[in-house]
C-alpha cells in the first residue's frame, strides 16, 4: 500500500529533540526526548520579554524541547535581523541569570532565535538520521543538506566525517565562515524557499 513507503521516512526536528518514524500503517511515531525539555520558569520569561520588548518583531513559537522566537509576518528580515542581535544578549542574559550558562545556549537562525541545550544541534540531528540509515541498512549514493544559516553547515560536516559523499546546498544570505569545505558547496541565486526550489 501507498502508507508502507512512509516507513521509508525518518524526520527529525528541533535540533535532535524529536524523532518521528512512521509504522506500516502509516501513522506516525512521535519521540519527544523529555530530558531536553526547557524549565518553564525560563519559557515564561522569554514569553514576558517578547511582550515587553519584541512584539513588533517577533512571536513566540511553541516548541517541544527548545524556546523559539520567530520573526513575525510582514516583517522584514532586515528589521528582524536588526532586533535579533538584541534580543541574542537578552536571551544569553537571562540563562545566565538562572544559572543555565553550562547547560543552555543561544542558538541564531534566520528567522529565529532559540534556547536550547548545549547538547542539541543540527549535528545531533544529523547523527541520528545516519543511525537510522545504518541501522536499516540503507546505503545513499550522495546526500544533499539544504542550509539557510551557518548553524546548518554541520549537517554537512557530519555526514562528511562519516564518508559519505554530501553537497551543501546553501540558500542563505550570509558569507560562509570559510572558503574551502572539504565537501561540494552550492550556493543558489535565489535565497532561502525559492532558493531550494531552484536547486530542485
Given at each position: 500500500s501507498n502508507q508502507e513507503i512512509l516507513q521509508n521516512l525518518f524526520v527529525v526536528a528541533e535540533s535532535g529533540g524529536i524523532q518521528a518514524i512512521f509504522n506500516e500503517d502509516g501513522s506516525m511515531n512521535l519521540q519527544i526526548d523529555d530530558s531536553l525539555k526547557m524549565p518553564t520558569v525560563l519559557d515564561q520569561k522569554v514569553r514576558d520579554l517578547l511582550q515587553e520588548k519584541y512584539s513588533q518583531s517577533m512571536r513566540y513559537e511553541v516548541k517541544k524541547t527548545m524556546i523559539t522566537t520567530k520573526i513575525k509576518e510582514g516583517t522584514s528580515v532586515e528589521e528582524f535581523h536588526k532586533d535579533q542581535q538584541e534580543i541574542a544578549k537578552d536571551l544569553q542574559r537571562l540563562i545566565d541569570s538562572y544559572g543555565f550558562t553550562d547547560k543552555f545556549k543561544v542558538d541564531i537562525s534566520t528567522i529565529g532565535t532559540n534556547i536550547m541545550h548545549k547538547t542539541t544541534g543540527k549535528d545531533k540531528g544529523t547523527e541520528l538520521i545516519l543511525e537510522w540509515i545504518s541501522k536499516r541498512k540503507i546505503k545513499p549514493q550522495r546526500f544533499i543538506a539544504f542550509g539557510d544559516s551557518i548553524p546548518d553547515i554541520p549537517m554537512a560536516e557530519k555526514i562528511n566525517e562519516a564518508g559519505h559523499p554530501v553537497e551543501l546546498v546553501y540558500v542563505g544570505k550570509n558569507k560562509l565562515p570559510k572558503d574551502?569545505?572539504?565537501?561540494?558547496?552550492?550556493?543558489?541565486?535565489?535565497s532561502y524557499d525559492k532558493g531550494a526550489v531552484e536547486f530542485l
Open positions: 574551502n569545505y572539504p565537501f561540494k558547496i552550492t550556493r543558489t541565486q535565489n
